[in-house]
Structures are given as C-alpha cells and as structure tokens.
C-alpha cells in the first residue's frame, strides 16, 4: 500500500507559478512510476505529467508542454509539479498517483494505469 498526500496548491493570478508536492509513503518510493493528472468541474480526469522511477524519462501533456515540469526526489520520497505561466484554464483539483513497475525508465499516462492516488490539491487561476 502507498499513501500519498499532495500539498502547494492555492489560488494564482493568471502568469503566475505554484509548485504542488506529492509525499509517498507506505513503499519504497523508488519503485514507483509517478503521475499528475488534473480534473475541472463537469469534465474527466487528464493527464497531466508522468515520470519514469529513476527520473530519466518524463511526458507531458501537449496542453502544459513547456509551462510545467515534473521531477521526483528519491531521497524525500516526494514527486513535484512546477507550474509556471499558468492559465485559467489550469483550474482544476489535481491528483498525483503511483504504480509499480519493473522498468525503471518507463511512465504511463492514462488513469487506469496507475493504482494508488492522492486526494487532490484544488489550484484555482485567475483571470
């Protein structure tokens, strides 16, 4: 079983930056694949950025490309989402989540592959 709590989100003008934080436990975090996904008011869940358990590969959104940046650090047990230049479109409550995997350079990117998720961070842009 892995736990995870995301914490960073809040209210921001539209331009400007959050940093959400994702704090596993429960498992060794490093066996873990790691993804953010975002849901807004009467729409499904998307994908937001995935990465790989060893940090060496990520994939994002075309929506957020160049605007957000994903990393983990191992040690801390924790995996970031930088959002920069954000939009009022970025609204949304966003989840992190966690699967296993026996491929240390692979991400996933659809919500039915991952097992495990956090409670969601509500980050709200304004206009």
């Known amino acids: 079983q892995v736990q995870l709590v995301e914490s960073g989100g809040g209210l921001v003008q539209a331009g400007g930056s959050l940093r959400l934080s994702c704090a596993a436990s429960?498992?060794?975090?490093?066996?873990?694949?790691m993804g953010w996904f975002r849901q807004a008011p009467g729409r499904e869940r998307e994908f937001v950025a995935a990465?790989?358990?060893?940090?060496?590969?990520?994939h994002y959104a075309d929506s957020v490309k160049g605007r957000f940046t994903i990393s983990r650090d191992n040690a801390k047990n924790t995996v970031y989402l930088q959002m920069n230049s954000l939009k009022y479109e970025d609204t949304a409550i966003y989840y992190c989540?966690?699967?296993?995997?026996?491929?240390?350079?692979?991400?996933?990117?659809?919500?039915?592959?991952?097992?495990?998720w956090g409670q969601g961070a509500q980050v709200t842009v304004s206009s």
């Open positions: 989540a966690a699967r296993g995997s026996l491929y240390a350079d692979t991400y996933y990117y659809t919500p039915g592959q991952y097992r495990y």
């Open positions: 429960g498992r060794t975090f490093s066996d873990y694949s």
């Open positions: 990465i790989s358990r060893d940090g060496s590969s990520t």
